[in-house]
């Protein structure tokens, strides 16, 4: 059975400072991809990354970065200099991938960031 | 980038009623798409799988026959919420799957009275 954790319920900080969220997954599948989204309050989810099992290279867009650790079966997002902007909840995904299709996405808790100006 | 449009974004119905929610693809075809449920304050909650073309795949503790789902189309899916009750009332978000990459539609948040 696949498993997202995302322990923070909320995380609160003033404009910017980092703020680093956490997620650990579990799954018995050796091919498996995980995901980062983005609920601002309206409500539409926002892609922030993919990233495979077999990449366990991190990654830095903007001021996003993502650490992928396979052998602490976590995948953490850190938002430097956060802005007022970034107030969302944010989740964290995990799905796998048979031959023919894309299973489903099993979602974490999420973690409601709130960033004061 | 690939687009699902959902609608609508809201409805309030009286309960007893039906409401029907459509998510399309847009500049892609979905052989496959997923409805989520979200109450306040909470996680997606996956209720079915919907394939086009067959039947869809409904997770433990949904009702099929409240939450019917059509997946007419590589283009468009539906879920139709039958004889609504307050508790029915949440966001309901559909998503589909390119390469890899799911994309999810807008949402639409449904109030019954």
């Known amino acids: 059975a696949q498993k997202v954790t995302q322990a923070q319920t909320e995380i609160s900080v003033v404009e910017k400072e980092d703020v680093t969220l956490d997620c650990v997954y579990e799954?018995?599948?050796?091919?498996?991809?995980l995901f980062w989204y983005k609920q601002p309050p309206s409500g539409e989810l926002v892609f922030l990354i993919r990233r495979n099992s077999f990449d366990e290279q991190n990654e830095i867009s903007g001021r996003y970065s993502w650490n992928f650790q396979k052998s602490t079966s976590s995948f953490n997002f850190t938002i430097t200099a956060s802005q007022v902007v970034d107030s969302a909840v944010y989740f964290c995904a995990l799905s796998q991938k048979t031959t023919d299709s894309w299973g489903k996405l099993q979602f974490g808790a999420g973690t409601q960031v709130v960033v004061t100006p | 980038g690939a687009v699902v449009s959902q609608h609508p974004s809201r409805v309030i119905c009286k309960s007893g009623t039906s409401v029907k929610i459509e998510c399309r693809s847009l500049?892609?075809?979905?052989?496959?798409m997923f409805w989520y449920r979200q109450f306040p304050k909470k996680s997606l909650m996956l209720m079915a799988t919907s394939n086009e073309g067959s039947k869809a795949t409904y997770e433990q503790g949904v009702e099929k026959d409240k939450f019917l789902i059509n997946h007419a189309s590589l283009t468009l899916s539906t879920l139709t919420v039958t004889s609504a009750h307050p508790e029915d009332s949440s966001f309901y978000i559909c998503?589909?799957?390119?390469?890899?990459?799911?994309?999810f539609g807008s949402g639409t948040r449904l109030t019954v009275v």
């Open positions: 799954t018995r599948d050796t091919t498996y991809y």
């Open positions: 500049d892609f075809q979905a052989t496959t």
């Open positions: 998503s589909a799957n390119r390469d890899g990459g799911y994309t």
